[in-house]
């Protein structure tokens, strides 16, 4: 276990206590609605902020213990962080900022801008180094905080809400090379989001937080299948599909095909929302472009609706209402019709 | 971006103000004596004034820098209790008469002072009527433009970059010079030039506290000060000169700021 630590810290009103275990090699999402308390957290994790209660360790090494009076000031923890609007320093080119950590960790001149050259090409920005942040795109501007972050092999790498700034087509790009660099990095990684798609996408585990307290815990696929509050269920109960892009369709690694209304091509992932659902007892008329049969393998009811689990070529998470849910008799082991329009399903780059 | 047109009655007292700032300045330029001009500005005294008043004007602003930073950095950032009297404190001679600023300067670094009879009595230095005791007394009195030009500048910087520096192993010291100092440096420009304007055009705590010495101790303001009794035409051109020197140092400020927001956007 790389990082090991419960945080309690007070803000005003709000008392945030929650329990932080990331392995090495690990991505944790710490998923909220804003002012949950998921940045405090990690401000707290980077020493930004002392903890009221709580320690925190990480490699075995004791960063913050506030019984034991231990406080590592965040210069001489090795951490790496990304903030969501980036906060390059304005007046240094790209190459320097990279340069900056290993500069001031004790590196030569030469090894610090050696290091952060790889770095800069290896996040795609070959060539950029020159520039000065106010010179770069969104996107570009997000990979050189990544290069900034991991140049020195942190032990732990921190992620504030790092794709909420950019529009939404960078962040697709943004997020599939996101990916790749998370699973290139050895160390533990913590994500705080707000955006369920950057959670179910990027991390191993997602620790749902709702005021200040963790609600739910599990890999993204247990929490969206058995949401245990409504609000988890409204927040993560997209569907992931991976697949590759051909034209409209998209055939996925399990066998289904998938409609979609955008072109796609490649390796791709597909998101359904589960609201997007429906269900049928037979074929529906009409020749919609996705029907899939399907086998009920278990629901849920959360509020007013019912979210059932499906199994065969598409497996999708299903949200219906308990009326529609009692007049369809679904049990376990039902045989069922599942329908969603080209138009709803969303296609990210994987 | 659409303006709205002036209403009338701000816009006769406006142009009243604009009349009531300029015109004393064109009645400057009306009667200089521009046949003269020459004669005058290579005057003995003129010279050495001028240079005296540039050379202590420059020092008091590269002490003001030097200390006056550091303390805005305290005022802006540090969580000590008692910045509030810290700032009230610090800002007085921003509104003390420069008199009163030179009579206490003299209580405590003259002769009989409680500072300058020790100082006097340990190294056989007294400060009073020197070059020394220009340098101070414009230190005095434009230190705090300076400070509290930083200190805005301070507020306004996104003290997040400093969190940023904090990840990447920087301490505070590192912190404060390499991310810190740039991100603030047009503020600090524009401290120094506005410090070394006011120190430029020191007058009551100067002549208070160093005297009128030609040579040692007469500035610019108070050569102008004392020519306008003996000989006006003097006193024109030597102001001549200050506005001139004041103008230019409009123009390095107006040019700074507009070369900064150019490449900002």
């Given at each position: 276990?790389?990082?090991?630590?419960?945080?309690?810290?007070?803000?005003?009103?709000?008392?945030?206590?929650?329990?932080?275990?990331?392995?090495?090699?690990?991505?944790?999402?710490?998923?909220?609605?804003?002012?949950?308390?998921?940045?405090?957290?990690?401000?707290?994790?980077?020493?930004?902020?002392?903890?009221?209660?709580?320690?925190?360790?990480?490699?075995?090494?004791?960063?913050?213990?506030?019984?034991?009076?231990?406080?590592?000031?965040?210069?001489?923890?090795?951490?790496?962080?990304?903030?969501?609007?980036?906060?390059?320093?304005?007046?240094?080119?790209?190459?320097?900022?990279?340069?900056?950590?290993?500069?001031?960790?004790?590196?030569?001149?030469?090894?610090?801008?050696?290091?952060?050259?790889?770095?800069?090409?290896?996040?795609?920005?070959?060539?950029?180094?020159?520039?000065?942040?106010?010179?770069?795109?969104?996107?570009?501007?997000?990979?050189?905080?990544?290069?900034?972050?991991?140049?020195?092999?942190?032990?732990?790498?921190?992620?504030?809400?790092?794709?909420?700034?950019?529009?939404?087509?960078?962040?697709?790009a943004v997020r599939a090379e996101l990916r790749r660099h998370l699973a290139d990095f050895g160390?533990?990684?913590?994500?705080?989001?707000?955006?369920?798609?950057?959670?179910?996408?990027?991390?191993?585990?997602?620790?749902?937080?709702?005021?200040?307290?963790?609600?739910?815990?599990?890999?993204?696929?247990?929490?969206?299948?058995?949401?245990?509050?409504?609000?988890?269920?409204?927040?993560?109960?997209?569907?992931?599909?991976?697949?590759?892009?051909?034209?409209?369709?998209?055939?996925?690694?399990?066998?289904?095909?998938?409609?979609?209304?955008?072109?796609?091509?490649?390796?791709?992932?597909?998101?359904?929302?589960?609201?997007?659902?429906?269900?049928?007892?037979?074929?529906?008329?009409?020749?919609?472009?996705?029907?899939?049969?399907?086998?009920?393998?278990?629901?849920?009811?959360?509020?007013?609706?019912?979210?059932?689990?499906?199994?065969?070529?598409?497996?999708?998470?299903?949200?219906?209402?308990?009326?529609?849910?009692?007049?369809?008799?679904?049990?376990?082991?039902?045989?069922?019709?599942?329908v969603v329009k080209a138009s709803e399903v969303a296609v990210y780059a994987r | 971006m659409r303006?709205?047109?002036?209403?009338?009655?701000?816009?006769?007292?406006?142009?009243?103000?604009?009349?009531?700032?300029?015109?004393?300045?064109?009645?400057?330029?009306?009667?200089?004596?521009?046949?003269?001009?020459?004669?005058?500005?290579?005057?003995?005294?003129?010279?050495?004034?001028?240079?005296?008043?540039?050379?202590?004007?420059?020092?008091?602003?590269?002490?003001?820098?030097?200390?006056?930073?550091?303390?805005?950095?305290?005022?802006?950032?540090?969580?000590?209790?008692?910045?509030?009297?810290?700032?009230?404190?610090?800002?007085?001679?921003?509104?003390?008469?420069?008199?009163?600023?030179?009579?206490?300067?003299?209580?405590?670094?003259?002769?009989?002072?409680?500072?300058?009879?020790?100082?006097?009595?340990?190294?056989?230095?007294?400060?009073?009527?020197?070059t020394t005791a220009v340098v101070i007394a414009e230190t005095f009195v434009a230190m705090p433009?300076?400070?509290?030009?930083?200190?805005?500048?301070?507020?306004?910087?996104?003290?997040?970059?400093?969190?940023?520096?904090?990840?990447?192993?920087?301490?505070?010291?590192?912190?404060?010079?390499?991310?810190?100092?740039?991100?603030?440096?047009?503020?600090?420009?524009?401290?120094?030039?506005?410090?070394?304007?006011?120190?430029?055009?020191?007058?009551?705590?100067?002549?208070?506290?160093?005297?009128?010495?030609?040579?040692?101790?007469?500035?610019?303001?108070?050569?102008?000060?004392?020519?306008?009794?003996?000989?006006?035409?003097?006193?024109?051109?030597?102001?001549?000169?200050?506005?001139?020197?004041?103008?230019?140092?409009?123009?390095?400020?107006?040019?700074?700021?507009?070369?900064?927001?150019?490449?900002?956007?």
């Amino acid at each position: 276990m790389t990082l090991d630590a419960r945080v309690v810290v007070r803000r005003g009103p709000l008392t945030v206590d929650v329990v932080l275990q990331v392995a090495d090699g690990e991505v944790l999402a710490v998923l909220g609605p804003n002012g949950a308390g998921k940045s405090t957290a990690l401000r707290v994790l980077a020493g930004l902020l002392p903890p009221d209660a709580g320690r925190v360790a990480v490699d075995g090494r004791t960063w913050d213990d506030v019984a034991g009076r231990v406080h590592l000031p965040t210069h001489r923890r090795p951490l790496g962080m990304v903030f969501q609007d980036h906060l390059l320093f304005p007046h240094l080119s790209v190459l320097e900022n990279v340069a900056f950590g290993p500069r001031t960790r004790g590196a030569s001149r030469a090894a610090a801008r050696a290091a952060a050259a790889g770095w800069i090409e290896r996040v795609g920005l070959a060539g950029l180094g020159d520039r000065r942040p106010g010179q770069l795109s969104g996107g570009q501007a997000q990979r050189a905080a990544l290069a900034r972050a991991l140049v020195g092999d942190p032990a732990l790498l921190l992620l504030d809400e790092p794709l909420s700034a950019l529009d939404a087509r960078t962040r697709l790009a943004v997020r599939a090379e996101l990916r790749r660099h998370l699973a290139d990095f050895g160390g533990s990684t913590v994500l705080v989001t707000h955006d369920p798609v950057d959670a179910m996408a990027l991390a191993d585990r997602v620790l749902v937080v709702e005021d200040g307290v963790v609600v739910q815990a599990g890999t993204p696929a247990d929490v969206a299948r058995r949401p245990r509050t409504d609000y988890v269920a409204r927040l993560v109960g997209l569907s992931l599909l991976p697949g590759v892009g051909e034209g409209t369709a998209v055939y996925l690694d399990g066998g289904g095909t998938v409609a979609v209304a955008e072109p796609a091509a490649g390796p791709v992932l597909v998101a359904i929302r589960p609201e997007s659902v429906a269900l049928y007892p037979s074929r529906p008329g009409g020749s919609p472009r996705n029907a899939w049969p399907a086998t009920v393998a278990g629901a849920t009811p959360h509020g007013s609706t019912v979210r059932v689990e499906l199994d065969g070529p598409v497996p999708l998470l299903a949200d219906v209402t308990a009326t529609a849910f009692a007049e369809l008799g679904l049990a376990p082991g039902s045989p069922v019709w599942a329908v969603v329009k080209a138009s709803e399903v969303a296609v990210y780059a994987r | 971006m659409r303006r709205a047109r002036t209403p009338a009655p701000l816009l006769v007292p406006a142009a009243l103000a604009v009349t009531f700032l300029v015109l004393p300045l064109a009645g400057l330029l009306v009667r200089t004596p521009w046949s003269q001009l020459g004669t005058l500005l290579t005057a003995p005294g003129v010279g050495q004034a001028l240079r005296l008043s540039l050379v202590s004007a420059t020092v008091a602003t590269l002490v003001s820098v030097v200390l006056g930073v550091p303390l805005a950095w305290v005022l802006a950032r540090s969580r000590a209790r008692g910045r509030t009297v810290l700032r009230a404190l610090v800002t007085v001679p921003l509104v003390l008469p420069p008199v009163v600023g030179g009579v206490a300067l003299f209580l405590v670094l003259g002769r009989q002072g409680i500072v300058g009879r020790w100082l006097a009595e340990a190294t056989g230095i007294t400060i009073p009527f020197t070059t020394t005791a220009v340098v101070i007394a414009e230190t005095f009195v434009a230190m705090p433009f300076l400070v509290i030009s930083v200190e805005g500048a301070l507020r306004a910087a996104d003290a997040r970059f400093e969190d940023a520096a904090a990840t990447l192993g920087a301490d505070r010291w590192t912190t404060f010079r390499r991310v810190t100092l740039p991100l603030v440096a047009p503020g600090v420009a524009a401290g120094a030039v506005l410090c070394w304007a006011r120190a430029l055009g020191e007058f009551g705590a100067t002549i208070t506290f160093a005297g009128n010495f030609p040579g040692t101790t007469q500035t610019m303001p108070l050569a102008v000060y004392l020519a306008l009794q003996r000989d006006p035409q003097a006193a024109i051109v030597l102001s001549l000169v200050l506005l001139l020197v004041s103008v230019a140092t409009l123009l390095l400020l107006r040019d700074r700021w507009l070369g900064r927001s150019g490449a900002a956007a």
